[in-house]
């Protein structure tokens, strides 16, 4: 044992050849060892310590850390083979990439797992009992005192029976706790036995109960993906066994291994195991197939390999180490075909289910037959696993057909024209017909002369095969190119058709020919199930060859061949699937018919089966499909159908007698297979069931109408009973006739009780089931309650139908001849034949009168007994309607959107139409009567329907309040306007209104909703204006109406409205008003408007679009009116394209497009740029994805699953530092849960997770408002628990994502998150609006904040764009766009931390432009109230915070304010005095202010009065193109001449007082005057001072403002020089100048009293003042020049002279304004 130890420690350092050889020496050691020894006879056979055994070998499957996270279109693709983090956990990084082929996870050998003790597992004794194993069997096994069944054939559970008495420490057992880590856990008895249970299942025989391999991968699909933690924990423990069991695979006798190696397979097949665990998997089917040829574990691997054969192609490594195995060519030659296309990531061109034929399967087929299952498929698994080569026949002898399950097909590839499943042919080929098979090289010689067979080398081929096969395998090849080729390869017929021609062998012809009659055959007769595409694929090919081979070269088919025809007529009477086989077929085989000189139309034969088939086109009820397939013949070959001439074949009773039958299977000896009765077979009423097949006749036609029979009383029969004349007993004793009306109602009364009864029973339990399942989610009882009506009438009368006709018929037969043999007591031998005949007749005629009687008493019945059954669901929808909600079964809707793919979910609201179309045919045809369109009035109970049926339908009363609505709009328009256009088209609209009111369906909703759009999109405003108006409003209420929750939804009215917008007509599509309106009502999809019209421009070439679009960009981005809602995220594409053409069109661009675009840049792109894919395109997506909601089903569970995971995680004391720990345990998971699979997913989970921890926190907050006395510091700390944790595992993902030096993924990950969390806010804010709580929102924002900014050294290098990507969000939450969010906002771009890092800690001041968009954010939303003084107690909170902040910018960043000054001060209200000195009194920290207070202070002698400040703001780019160049043009040569006087034009915008002038524009013209005129005196080689700055065209533009322009121009111009007097610069000296100078030269007062004002406005408010404003304003009242205290503003008031005197003597101190003032007056 020792020396084992040693060898298998040293394995680790040596080659890796030399490794396996010892792994596997010590395996086989191990196994001696431990082998048991037999026990004696009664005692349990102990268990052995499993050894290190080759699974010991095997580490962890290494998946690559694929740390490009490539996908997301988060770029940055990354080396493979890169760790990025010590002990994180691998392929994270796959978190945002396609599934990556565990291909390159193979380990080398020689890298053993550490294995450790793992109790979790309860001991597995790996000891088989020795007796029995052998045989194929294993009866008797489990016997005795095990008290188990005697057919115990479940490996697993043998080997567990020994492990009771064991020691858990002595059990070492293979760490499998890395594969699962949720294996990692003590299964309890109860799990351990259910797991065991299943396993037992799939070994079982009958008569024990059974389950196949694919319907226990179906349901441990169902456990993984299980909100039921037992399911997924038998989940776990199955695979965990499973896994375990490896090493004892070889000690399975053949058959159970055989089984074991298909649930194997289909574990990796069906993908129930991913990571680690799939790598595991994969390693021991390599290793079982590494095995010798012909080996047990060998054929194991076959088997497996078999299963999962169509996932090769994921796995192209895997391939490689495949083929490198050294007997691969001894492989089944169809997995060699798929491992070789593999290895390219390929599946075959032609995926041919080859035949695997193992020992176990062999075994399976015979234990199959033994216990006789008929038409039992075999496991999906093997597929085809009885057929031992391809010629081979079932072992068992049961003319049906044995296939295996569609899964098998349907699973792997779509079942389509060319991947056909031809298991049919190959199981059905006939034993009797046993050919001589040729050698396997001669076989796959043929196989490849077909495979290259082309036009140009056919004769090449035909050559090779003569030379090739000898003429005894000549059947075989017929054989294979009739089933390999022909019957899957529809396109190449004609190829072979050429091939047949070429080779010239009549001989080999005929075998053809025989073998596609003999494959057609097969296929006629087999088991035509509902879904079996494939087989009914296969017939149509094998037609269109037959017609090939044999019409289209002018052969006939005949008669004894095929009867078409009869086969026709067969299939018409035996319904609906056979003639889904032989309609197509027909018509492929007529199809050739064109082609030959003989069979082309109008040749008999052809048109005798084109009539056939006319006939059958006829028929109401025959499948559109069918009739498709007729018309598409007559199509091809030239015939109008209406033009051919249907007989009467198809009613011909006669022709039927005498029928050969072709589609049932044909008659063996005297036994008749079960599956399909003969045709003859008559139905009696102990077997209803069998009434589903034909009977000898026809089935008789319905004579009566559902309102023909009154059934209150038998007296109802007497009108319709029938006597017939002829009848010889009525022409000898007419007085008989009177015995018929008794004899029937006695027969009717015998039965109709008991079959009523009985019906009725049955067909309830039905009908309420599938009832209550389909409408489940429907809120309205009456159209539940009709539908219910429906089927119950169908069911109920069928089920009396097929219960009592034959009882009847027998009845009323036996009471005739009663009743005649009484009245007529000693009747002649004569006689008694008269009566016997008479009584058939009768009985014959007046049966179907008498079961309709029957079928209508239990219809009648069964009404009220319905409405009983449902009486409880009518009442739970009335009272959700009563709370005005919505009733919807809460159980029923998880269950459809976990369980039901999309095609058949049922849907909130309305029942689908064509489900409702299934009920509406259950009501017009009732079995037994006359088909009936008249579905108002179905039965006699619903012809007075419930009172309430559609008086409280919450749709009905949407429309109804609409209808009232309307009617008032309407009313009130006066009657001169009443013939006007539009109110026409009101009119018109309520009408529309009321028609959808009354049909109540989505298609009447749809037209209505059409109907408004266009409508608001016609309206022009050249009508009367109350009248648009109220036009206007009436087409939204309707669309208001129709997008109620309780109606259609907004999802969906959005969702068409768009529609409507983008495909309506080019006249009026482009209609702004109308398209702005929707918007604002928030009735657009704007994600979908917004690539519509930017493709709609068509990169400018659409001058319509292109006009639209900047209309609408100006409308809902720059003028901001009133569409808060509506951000730049909305717009993104539209944006991005006009800026596109702005760039492009080099001149030419639409006229304002380059303006337009600045102002957007100016709001928008002081961020960064919008590359395509880039960060800002990735927050973009984030915030539009953050509103869609149709999730995958279970999605949602999932992910409050994984939150509530992490969350625990994250708390737990085993997190780890920074809950590094933890993060890799839950990554794992992530990846399990297949969160990590898509990108789409990974958005949807963190869209989720945020609604999940904001939905906590409003709950948490709503416990506050419950109950005030809870402690509000807990509650917030219940809302930080999970949103910390939310916040950590943000972080964690963000730094961890790709490699630890690609930033790109991590930058657009933050950025796709923080855009999710930004988009989920704003539909938030949007929909609870008052509601709206900032606290959830702001503690993720500032968590997030926090945790990106720690000092760590993966977080450095990301620093810049992190808090760009933080910029755009709050950029994104301005307060415009989320007013709600404002105070958490302002508290957020506050943070010290964020404030620092953005204005100090980032190199080269690049944070600098994006906080300062931020504060021009704030300012523009305080603006409106601060300029009309709206102060309440919120907007005073808001603007202290505001001036505490710029408190802290002045104190900390001075410079900061120095550089942006202009842009601030640009959109702060000119009444904003304090708020505005604050940032004009900053200065540089290196300058230090000259007091400006020193007496005699010379400013042009200071250093730095010459030096120009920094203005950082693109201050030009507001003014228009035209006018700066005619400004330019002006300060340069005074030219134009008009220039001055269309000066105050230009800068007027509107009449409306306090709004009459363009500020921005006003402002921007003075700094830009300033600045030339400061560079002209400088190019002068002077210095600004009062007597430079005069006389030139820069002072005559200020002078001509000055005179020209009114009050409200004049004190806007003035301020706009005031705020350049700030710090001393050369702007602060210039602008100085410029005001006295203005002051001195002004020809009235009113302009000196406008200026003193704008000086002494700024004077009198609370400190800090500017330098520049107090040395202006000293100069002003100290200089004698500007005779200041002579003005007579001055002194008009006693109040106004004191404020002047005390200004005075703070400028200058009391001593010497006293002398000013004193010495000015004297003067």
């Given amino acids: 044992m020792c020396f084992i130890e040693c060898t298998e420690k040293n394995s680790r350092s040596v080659s890796q050849e030399l490794s396996e050889t010892i792994l596997t020496m010590v395996a086989n050691c191990s196994n001696v060892m ?502 009914r694929s296969l017939l149509k090919n094998l037609g269109h060859w037959l017609g090939m081979i044999t019409l289209a070269k002018n052969k006939p088919i005949l008669h004894t061949d095929l009867d078409v025809k009869s086969l026709l007529l067969e299939a018409y009477v035996k319904g609906q699937q056979e003639l889904l086989y032989v309609v197509p077929f027909v018509a492929k085989v007529l199809e050739s018919s064109i082609r030959s000189v003989v069979f082309r139309p109008p040749n008999p034969w052809t048109m005798a089966i084109m009539n056939v088939l006319a006939e059958l086109h006829q028929e109401h009820d025959l499948k559109l499909n069918l009739k498709f397939e007729i018309e598409v013949l007559c199509k091809n070959l030239a015939l109008d159908i209406n033009e051919l001439k249907p007989g009467n074949l198809l009613k011909d009773k006669d022709r039927l007698k005498n ?97 009523v009864d009985r019906s009725i029973k049955i067909a309830m339990t039905t009908c309420e089931q599938i009832v209550r399942k389909d409408f489940a989610l429907d809120s309205e009882e009456s159209r539940m309650r009709i539908a219910a009506h429906h089927m119950m009438r169908n069911l109920t009368a069928g089920m009396a139908m097929i219960t009592c006709r034959e009882p009847l018929l027998m009845s009323i037969s036996t ?85 039901m793919p999309e095609q058949i979910r049922l849907k909130v609201g309305g029942v689908d139409p064509k489900q409702l179309a299934v009920y509406e045919e259950f009501a017009r045809n009732v079995p037994g009567f006359l088909p009936t369109n008249d579905l108002s009035q179905p039965t006699g109970f619903l012809a007075q329907p419930m009172k309430q049926a559609w008086a409280t339908d919450d749709v009905a009363q949407i429309y109804d309040k609409c209808i009232t609505e309307l009617e008032q709009h309407l009313h009130a328009i006066p009657p001169t306007l009443a013939m006007n ?168 661009a639409p006229e304002g497009l380059p303006q337009l ?35 995958p089903p279970g999605l949602r569970e999932k992910a409050e699953y994984l939150l509530r995971e992490w969350v625990n995680l994250y708390h737990s004391a085993a997190a780890g530092r920074d809950s590094t720990k933890a993060f890799s345990a839950f990554v794992g998971q992530m990846h399990q849960q297949g969160i990590l699979k898509t990108d789409d997913l990974i958005t949807r989970f ?24 809870a402690n509000p510091t807990m509650i917030r700390a219940k809302c930080y628990h999970n949103l910390d944790a939310f916040v950590r595992l943000i972080a964690l993902l963000v730094k961890h994502s790709g490699e630890a030096t690609n930033t790109v993924t991590k930058i657009n990950l933050l950025n796709k998150v923080l855009g999710i969390v930004v988009g989920v806010l704003l539909q938030d804010h949007d929909v609870r609006q008052s509601e709206f709580q900032q606290l959830p929102y702001h503690r993720i924002f500032i968590m997030l904040l926090l945790e990106l900014n720690a000092p760590e050294h993966v977080l450095e290098t990301i620093n810049f764009q992190t808090l760009t990507a933080f910029c755009n969000t709050f950029h994104i939450l301005r307060p415009t766009k989320a007013p709600g969010f404002v105070y958490a906002w302002l508290e957020l771009i506050s943070h010290r931390i964020f404030i620092a890092r953005m204005l100090a800690h980032t190199p080269q001041q690049k944070g600098w432009p994006m906080y300062a968009q931020l504060l021009i954010d704030l300012f523009k939303y305080l603006a409106p109230f601060l300029r009309n003084v709206e102060l309440t107690k919120p907007m005073q909170i808001l603007y202290k915070g505001t001036l505490r902040v710029l408190l802290v910018l002045l104190h900390d960043f001075p410079e900061f304010l120095c550089d942006y000054h202009y842009g601030f001060c640009d959109v702060i209200p000119p009444n904003c005095i304090q708020l505005r000195n604050l940032i004009l009194s900053a200065f540089p920290r290196n300058m230090r202010l000259p007091d400006p207070f020193t007496p005699n202070l010379k400013v042009d002698m200071l250093s730095e009065i010459n030096i120009a400040p920094r203005i950082l703001t693109n201050f030009t780019g507001v003014m228009p193109p035209q006018f700066k160049k005619d400004l330019d043009s002006y300060l340069k040569t005074r ?20 709004n009459r002038y363009n500020l921005q524009l006003i402002n921007a013209l003075v700094l830009y005057v300033g600045t030339q005129a400061i560079a002209h005196i400088h190019n002068k080689g002077s210095t600004p001072s009062m007597s430079t700055i005069t006389h030139s065209a820069h002072m005559d533009i200020f002078q001509n403002l000055a005179v020209d322009l009114d009050t409200e121009g004049r004190y806007l111009f003035l301020n706009a020089i005031a705020n350049q007097l700030r710090y001393p610069n050369s702007h602060t000296h210039y602008f100085s100048c410029t005001m006295l100078y203005l002051f001195a030269e002004a020809n009235t007062e009113a302009i000196q009293e406008q200026i003193t004002r704008v000086l002494l406005e700024r004077l009198i408010v609370n400190r800090p003042h500017p330098w520049g404003l107090l040395i202006t304003f000293i100069e002003l009242i100290k200089n004698p020049a500007f005779k200041f205290w002579n003005h007579e503003f001055v002194h008009c008031a006693p109040e106004i002279e004191k404020l002047f005197q005390s200004v005075a003597q703070c400028c200058m101190g009391q001593k010497q304004a006293q002398q000013v003032m004193e010495g000015t007056g004297a003067s």
């Fill in 34 to 535: 431990n082998k048991a020894r037999q026990p004696p006879p009664g005692v349990m056979p102990k268990g052995r310590p499993p050894s290190a055994s080759s699974l010991d070998a095997i580490s962890p499957v290494q998946i690559d850390p694929l740390a490009g996270m490539t996908s997301l279109s988060i770029g940055g693709s990354a080396a493979p083979h890169t760790q990025s983090m010590q002990g994180f956990p691998p392929n994270l990084g796959s978190a945002f990439s396609t599934p990556q082929s565990p291909a390159k996870a193979f380990p080398p050998l020689s890298t053993p797992n550490q294995t450790t003790a793992f109790s979790g597992i309860g001991g597995l004794s790996s000891q088989l009992p020795v007796g029995g194993l052998g045989t194929g069997s294993l009866t008797g096994i489990g016997t005795g005192a095990l008290g188990l069944p005697a057919v115990n054939n479940d490996p697993f559970v043998q080997r567990k029976l020994g492990t009771s008495g064991l020691n858990q420490p002595t059990f070492q057992q293979t760490d499998l706790s890395q594969v699962w880590p949720e294996a990692n856990q003590h299964f309890s008895k109860e799990i351990d036995d259910e797991a065991n249970s299943y396993f037992q299942r799939i070994y079982n025989h009958p008569p024990h109960p059974t389950m196949s391999v694919d319907e226990v991968l179906e349901m441990l699909q169902r456990f993984k993906d299980s909100t039921i933690k037992r399911e997924r924990e038998v989940f776990n423990c199955m695979l965990r066994n499973l896994f375990e069991e490896y090493r004892f695979f070889p000690q399975y006798p053949d058959k159970e291994l055989h089984i074991t190696a298909c649930l194997f397979g289909g574990i990796i097949e069906k993908g129930l195991v991913t990571y680690m665990a799939l790598g595991l998997a994969l390693r021991y089917v390599l290793e079982a197939l590494r095995k010798p040829f012909g080996s047990k574990m060998y054929y194991f691997g076959i088997a497996a390999l078999d299963r999962f054969k169509n996932r090769l192609k994921d796995y192209p490594q895997y391939c490689q180490h495949l083929a490198s195995i050294s007997h691969f060519m001894q492989f089944p030659h169809h997995l060699q075909e798929y491992i070789e296309y593999g290895q390219q990531s390929r599946d075959p061109p032609v995926k041919m289910q080859g035949s695997i034929t193992t020992p176990g399967s062999i075994a399976l087929a015979q234990a199959q037959a033994q216990a006789q299952v008929p038409a039992k498929a075999p496991l999906a698994g093997q597929v085809s696993t009885m057929v031992t080569t391809s010629t081979t026949t079932t072992v068992a002898k049961t003319v049906t057909v044995t296939r295996p399950t569609g899964v098998s097909f349907k699973k792997d590839v779509p079942p389509s024209i060319n991947t056909t499943n031809i298991d049919t042919l190959l199981v059905a080929t006939d034993q009797t017909e046993r050919i001589v098979e040729p050698p396997e090289n001669i076989q796959e010689k043929i196989a490849f002369i077909f495979n290259n067979l082309s036009q140009s080398n056919m004769t090449q081929k035909v050559e090779e095969l003569k030379e090739t096969v000898k003429e005894e395998f000549m059947p075989w090849v017929s054989q294979y190119l009739v089933m390999k080729r022909v019957s899957i390869e529809p396109n190449f017929h004609s190829l072979y058709s050429n091939f047949l021609d070429t080779l010239k062998n009549p001989e080999f012809n005929k075998m053809v020919l025989n073998e596609t009659y003999r494959n057609i055959k097969v296929l006629l007769t087999s088991d035509k199930a509902a879904a079996n595409f494939s087989d």
């Fill in 659 to 755: 029928l050969d039958e072709q589609l049932s299977a044909p008659k063996k000896d005297v036994k008749q297979p079960e599956e399909l009765p003969p045709i003859t077979t008559t139905t009696t009423s102990t077997t209803p069931a069998t009434n589903t097949t034909c009977t000898a006749t026809v089935p008789p036609q319905p004579q009566y109408s559902y309102h023909d029979i009154n059934v209150y009383s038998l007296a109802g029969l007497a009108p319709h009973i029938t006597l017939n004349p002829t009848i010889p007993l009525f022409q000898a004793h007419p007085q008989l006739k009177q015995c018929v009306r008794q004899a029937i109602e006695r027969a009717v009364q015998e039965l109709v009780h008991p079959v």
């Fill in 1157 to 1191: 675009m600045e102002v957007v840049r100016s709001n928008y792109e002081a961020m960064i740029d919008r590359a395509h894919g880039g960060p800002n395109f990735m927050m973009h997506s984030g915030i539009s994805q953050a509103s869609e909601y149709d999730d």
């Fill in 981 to 1148: 256009p539009q109110a026409q088209a009101l009119r018109s609209l309520l009408e529309v209104v009321v028609l959808s009111r009354n049909s109540r369906d989505a298609i009447a909703a749809l037209g209505l909703l059409q109907k408004a759009v266009e409508g608001l999109l016609d309206a022009t405003s050249g009508a009367d204006a109350d009248l648009l108006l109220r036009y206007r409003e009436c087409h939204l209420l309707v669309l208001k109406a129709l997008q109620d929750g309780r109606a259609y939804g907004s999802p969906w009215c959005n969702k068409q409205i768009t529609r409507c917008l983008i495909e309506c007509r080019d006249e009026y599509k482009y209609n702004v008003e109308a398209v702005e309106l929707l918007i604002r009502n928030h009735l657009v999809n704007m994600q979908q408007y917004d690539l519509h019209l930017a493709q709609s421009m068509e990169n400018g070439l659409n001058y319509m679009a292109v006009a639209f679009a900047m209309q609408l960009v100006k409308i809902l981005l720059v003028d901001e009116r009133s569409v808060a809602h509506v951000t730049e995220a909305d717009l993104f594409h539209t944006i991005e394209t006009l800026m596109r053409i702005n760039a492009h069109s080099r001149g030419n």
């Fill in 815 to 899: 009471n005739l001849k009663n009743s005649f043999a009484s009245a007529l007591r000693t009747a002649s031998p004569q006689q008694r034949e008269m009566m016997d005949q008479a009584a058939a007749q009768l009985a014959q005629d007046n049966c179907e009168l008498a079961c309709c009687f029957i079928q209508k008493t239990a219809v009648e019945k069964a009404g009220p007994e319905m409405d009983k059954r449902l009486a409880t669901e009518f009442e739970l929808r009335k009272h959700a309607r009563q709370e005005g909600r919505r009733y919807c079964d809460p159980v029923v809707l998880t269950y459809q959107a976990e369980r």
């Fill in 1246 to 1269: 963190f869209r989720l997770c945020t609604e999940m921890c904001v939905e906590i926190s409003y709950r948490a907050q709503a416990e506050q408002q419950h109950n005030p006395a």
């Fill in 1535 to 1554: 030219s134009p001449v008009t220039f001055l006087s269309d000066l105050r034009s230009n800068l007027q915008v509107s009449n409306e007082p306090g």
